[in-house]
């Protein structure tokens, strides 16, 4: 079975300040892909950044990046230069052979003045 | 270009009644992924429909169906309403989801419906 953990239900960070959310993973496909996904109160979801398993170099996004060690099974996102509008709940999430992504269940972050 | 949509944005129905929940997927899309967002229990994976077709379910009883319709846009039913049902009811789509390979392409979510169940 395919499963995801975030193990940080809450996390704060002032604003300019760098945060790291963890995310650890289990799976037994050899080919498959991580994902970050971000929620704000208004729900809507969207994705923040994708790394495939088959890379070795770490998926970045302008203050968005990630730390995938695969024989960890661990992928973590760092938010550098954190902003006000960075709060929201994020999940990370797993995509396989089965076509749905497994999520966790997410970390609340708080990016205070 | 539009973003998926779903509606009704909000429903209110009692226990035993039945829900239809509809998706209508960003223009090319063919995958179309429902998932279940309960307090605390995160998102859960309902049914993924592409082309038409059902290709994979969640682990959720059979009162939980839907359907494809030929323009890709998607309902979602739920029978036999249970007060657990009380969700923010997620829709996604993707271009063609591959089954027996890797989801790579990324999942555009919809703003949801917030089903109550009273």
């Known amino acids: 079975a395919q499963t995801v953990t975030q193990s940080q239900p809450e996390m704060s960070v002032q604003e300019a300040e760098t945060v790291t959310l963890s995310c650890t993973y289990d799976t037994s496909e050899n080919n498959y892909y991580l994902f970050w996904y971000k929620q704000p109160p208004s729900r809507q979801m969207i994705l923040v950044i994708r790394q495939e398993a088959y890379k070795q170099q770490n998926a970045t996004e302008n203050r968005f990046s990630v730390n995938f060690q695969k024989a960890a099974k661990s992928f973590s996102l760092k938010i550098s230069d954190s902003q006000l509008g960075d709060t929201a709940m994020y999940f990370c999430a797993l995509g396989g052979s089965q076509g749905n992504l497994i999520f966790g269940k997410g970390t609340k972050l708080s990016v205070k003045p | 270009e539009a973003g998926v949509t779903q509606s009704p944005t909000h429903l209110i129905k009692t226990r035993g009644q039945q829900a239809t929940l509809r998706c209508s997927p960003i223009?090319?899309?063919?995958?179309v992924y429902w998932y279940q967002q309960a307090l605390g229990l995160g998102l859960q994976f309902l049914l993924w429909y592409d082309e038409g077709e059902e290709r994979n379910r969640g682990n959720f009883p059979p009162r939980f169906s839907g359907r494809q319709f030929p323009n890709y846009s998607s309902e979602l039913n739920v029978n036999a309403l249970e007060l657990e049902d009380s969700a923010l009811y997620l829709c996604?789509?993707?271009?063609?989801?591959?089954?027996?390979?890797?989801?790579?392409?990324?999942?555009?979510f919809g703003p949801g419906t917030r089903l109550t169940v009273l």
């Open positions: 996604a789509s993707s271009l063609k989801g591959l089954a027996g390979g890797p989801t790579y392409n990324e999942q555009f």
């Open positions: 223009s090319g899309h063919t995958s």
